[in-house]
């Protein structure tokens, strides 16, 4: 199993352009996830999903959004990117909505 | 002040040493997590535990709801145990703690 895979790895955008951050999981798990992690911040929620076509807003969901048209994938939409949005981002997965999460290896972006 | 603290925020030891990180939260909670940040980013699941006490390996995890307190403790330390060990706790959401930073030197 490869568990959660995050792509691209790496990635670099100028302000206003869009890009999206695909995540996908082979766990057949119903909860997704996406994370942003700042320099001596804890891991925020942006949004999250508890199934195949539902999604809600996690903390800091501003210039963000998502779909979940399967169980297995859940991508990331920047809409318009701005500075504020340079970050590293993880996508994670769980049986249940606060269980165990399984990260996936993050992609660090780096808006200009 | 956070919902979720964690000390120390940085941690130097010898091969050897027996590691104590706390993690001390304000709120009410249903469970606790204690994650593992490699170096190379990745982020792994120690441990999930709601009371008592949780080993794996050289791995313990103990809570104290009734001070709202847990530890992670590892015994006879490692170089390769060098990483960012963070707290997270239950609520009606997940809320992180900024992490230990851990440094083990041969």
């Known amino acids: 199993n490869a568990g959660v895979t995050q792509t691209p790895k790496f990635q670099v955008l100028k302000t206003g352009q869009s890009m999206t951050l695909q995540c996908a999981q082979d766990?057949?798990?119903?909860?997704m996830s996406w994370y942003r992690q700042d320099p001596g911040m804890g891991l925020r929620l942006i949004h999250y999903?508890?199934?195949?076509?539902?999604?809600d807003q996690g903390e800091v969901p501003n210039g963000y959004n998502v779909s979940r048209s399967t169980t297995e994938d859940f991508p990331l939409r920047l809409l318009s990117a701005a500075p504020s949005q340079t970050s590293v981002y993880f996508c994670?997965?769980?049986?249940?909505?606060?269980?165990?999460?399984?990260f996936g290896p993050g992609t660090r972006l780096l808006v200009l | 002040k956070n919902e979720v603290e964690q000390s120390p925020q940085n941690l130097t030891a010898q091969e050897g040493e027996f590691i104590t990180i706390n993690c001390s939260y304000s709120?009410?909670?249903?469970?606790l997590h204690w994650l593992q940040q490699h170096p190379g980013g990745g982020i792994v699941s120690l441990f999930m535990?709601?009371?008592g006490k949780k080993k794996h390996g050289r791995l313990i995890a103990t809570i104290n709801i009734q001070e709202k307190h847990s530890s992670l403790h590892i015994t006879a330390s490692h170089p390769r145990d060098s990483a960012v060990y963070i707290c997270?706790?239950?609520?009606?959401?997940?809320?992180f703690g900024t992490g230990t930073r851990l440094q083990v030197f041969p």
């Open positions: 709120v009410g909670i249903s469970a």
């Open positions: 535990l709601s009371s």
């Open positions: 766990m057949n798990h119903e909860y």
């Open positions: 997270a706790v239950n609520t009606d959401k997940l809320i």
């Open positions: 999903s508890v199934g195949a076509g539902i999604t």
């Open positions: 994670a997965s769980s049986r249940t909505r606060l269980g165990a999460q399984y």
